[in-house]
């Protein structure tokens, strides 16, 4: 690897007709392309296109098989590590062991101390101030709560916390490592919604270069200034954020006639969609954020034609209404209750949405709903024909992993035939000889994917999702979230991935202080919450208690919302009515019926009616926000 300070250019990384092999595969061939400094980029491609490897071409883990990386020897570079670490110290202490300058002033102030050398005392706590070392402590604090632990546990060790806590950890150690050169896998793997907003904002504040794997679209168009395409053994760079890369590469894509076709298809279908769910939505505020979502959807789809995936979520055979409820029940583990007094009942076609801190007890109500839990009081009561599928990390660990994908199909139904189940596991990515193949040989990825061709063959009218996105690529959440817009049945899913729940879900609950209720607004507004400054006290559960209370203030203005959205209700519902009788053939034949102007005027009127109730409720809620923003500040 050649230094950059030898030559008389900014600074910046830069390849040079690389090519770089791993074992017998070639995985990058003449690649030339160059990240200034201080630019932050988005890795995307699929598995094994060699994007940990350029990761370890950079750590001088690996060297180039011909041709030249740049990178400046001034740069300090900081890795997030994956593996999970076993240590007996303290998480506040494993997160300052990440600044080894800090850790090098600190131990020779020690020694200095013990030989009582003032002289070179003085020098290093001028070196400590430098390096604003004095202030360490504060901001390791500032990223542990940022991260979802509390105060309480920064002095627990690491082998009190489990592996997904301990990678949060690996997390914070590598944000408090001064770097130049910030190189980030999968971030945003074993975080939740809150943590993954607090992060963006401090990735947006980084200074230095940033490379960043992440299969999270909102994060990273929240996060990267370009996309770095890792595609047949080549890199390509698109300006602007994933949104934009999606829409240039469909540019691309659509210049071949073959490709066109399929796209027109793709259009169509996010279209009809949209359409929809336009004519049935009913609260404004969440309609409006998803349409818009929807329709984002509409002009990305032409991007992903050429998905390895693509699958639907089969129709249910029967249904209930409602499906499951839950009456004033307790929830819980043991002697420990998480929520009170929940009442709730799922109705087919409920698309629900779970937010709240970590640990305040989303996946323990997704249990109870799925009868993994017993409730600690209450009653939950089944429908006739309720059929659960329920996704959670540890479907991913029952899998029987001496069988393959095929034979798990047919234990649940032997009389379809093999092609059929073949034909169904291609749409996630099984085919040819990989179906047959045990899942003791698959990734992460595979056996997710797999769990999830479990659950949608059992044709369920009821789906529970605890985090269907870990583990999976870009293409597969892409498809997970198509097939969830025209899946008929009821779901409730708790995601860190936005996207995934702007565009399937229709209401969000909140889940926090051992409670379950409406959220009323939406994902923007949950995030400004999120992003409100932290109180004084560094306790992760207190940073969420004051902004939700102050979200509950105007009620005058809430009452005002409500009524305009009651009024939406009734006119969509005359709307409706007036639109299905002008359906009616008989209106337009060789007489028409008198009925037909009347009707005609009535449309006319009630789609100007309900235009300016939604203007009236946009007002409205800007008014409420501003008030908000005075309370807040």
Request: one cysteine or more.
């Amino acid at each position: 690897m050649r230094d950059l300070n030898n030559r008389s250019i900014i600074d910046m990384l830069k390849f040079t007709e690389l090519a770089l092999r791993r074992g017998s595969q070639l995985l990058f061939e003449r690649v030339t392309l160059t990240i200034y400094d201080g630019q932050k980029t988005g890795l995307v491609g699929a598995n094994g296109a060699g994007k940990s490897s350029l990761f370890d071409l950079l750590r001088n883990r690996l060297t180039p098989d011909s041709g030249e990386v740049y990178l400046p020897s001034s740069w300090r570079i900081a890795h997030m590590a994956q593996e999970v670490s076993t240590t007996n110290r303290s998480a506040i202490d494993y997160v300052l062991d990440g600044d080894t300058a800090l850790r090098a002033i600190q131990q020779a102030i020690v020694t200095a101390e013990v030989a009582e050398d003032y002289t070179h005392l003085g020098r290093l706590h001028e070196d400590l101030d430098n390096i604003d070392g004095y202030s360490a402590v504060s901001r390791a604090e500032r990223l542990l709560v940022g991260l979802g632990f509390t105060e309480a546990e920064f002095d627990n060790s690491l082998d009190q916390f489990s592996g997904g806590w301990r990678i949060r950890l690996n997390l914070a150690q590598t944000l408090m490592c001064p770097s130049d050169l910030l190189l980030l896998d999968e971030p945003t793997n074993h975080l939740d919604l809150d943590a993954i907003v607090w992060l963006a904002e401090w990735l947006k504040n980084y200074s230095g270069t940033l490379l960043m794997v992440s299969h999270d679209r909102e994060f990273l168009d929240d996060v990267v200034s370009q996309i770095a395409y890792l595609h047949r053994k080549t890199i390509h760079l698109y300006p602007g954020n994933y949104s934009r890369f999606e829409q240039l590469r469909a540019a691309r894509l659509a210049e071949q006639a073959a490709n066109f076709e399929k796209q027109q298809r793709q259009i169509a279908h996010m279209h009809a969609f949209v359409e929809r769910f336009r004519a049935k939505a009913t609260k404004a505020k969440q309609a409006q954020s998803r349409i818009k979502a929807l329709q984002r959807m509409e002009l990305i789809a032409p991007a992903h034609i050429d998905s390895p995936f693509q699958f639907r979520i089969p129709e249910p055979e029967n249904t209930s209404s409602p499906l499951l409820s839950l009456y004033k029940c307790q929830l819980g583990y043991q002697d420990t209750c998480v929520i009170k007094e929940v009442t709730l009942s799922i109705h087919p076609g409920d698309r629900i949405g779970l937010l709240g801190p970590n640990g305040a007890g989303k996946s323990t109500l997704i249990k109870s709903l799925a009868g993994e839990l017993g409730l600690r009081a209450g009653d939950r009561t089944e429908g006739l024909h309720l059929r659960v599928g329920y996704f959670s990390q540890h479907q991913m660990d029952d899998l029987d992993l001496a069988a393959s994908p095929v034979l798990h199909l047919q234990r649940i139904d032997p009389t379809i035939s093999d092609q059929q189940i073949r034909s169904f596991l291609g749409g996630f990515g099984f085919t040819g000889d990989k179906s047959f193949e045990s899942a003791a040989t698959f990734s992460g990825g595979e056996k997710a994917r797999l769990a999830l061709a479990i659950i949608a063959w059992r044709k369920p009218n009821l789906l529970l999702l605890d985090e269907p996105t870990n583990h999976l690529d870009i293409e597969m959440r892409h498809t997970l979230t198509v097939a969830l817009q025209s899946f008929t049945g009821a779901m409730v899913i708790v995601s860190h991935d936005r996207h995934l729940l702007r565009n399937t879900v229709d209401r969000f609950l909140l889940v926090r202080h051992n409670s379950v209720s409406e959220f009323e607004g939406d994902l923007e507004d949950y995030q400004k919450i999120l992003n409100l400054p932290a109180p004084q006290s560094p306790s992760a559960s207190t940073i969420h208690e004051k902004p939700i209370n102050r979200f509950k203030h105007s009620k005058a203005l809430k009452s005002s919302l409500a009524s305009v959205e009651k009024r939406l209700e009734r006119l969509q519902r005359k709307l409706m009515e007036t639109e299905i009788r002008l359906a009616d053939n008989s209106l337009y034949l060789d007489n028409p019926s008198p009925d037909l102007q009347s009707l005609l005027r009535d449309q006319i009127v009630l789609r100007e009616q309900i235009a300016e109730l939604e203007e009236s409720w946009l007002e409205t809620s800007e008014e409420l926000e501003k008030y908000q923003e005075v309370i807040r500040g």
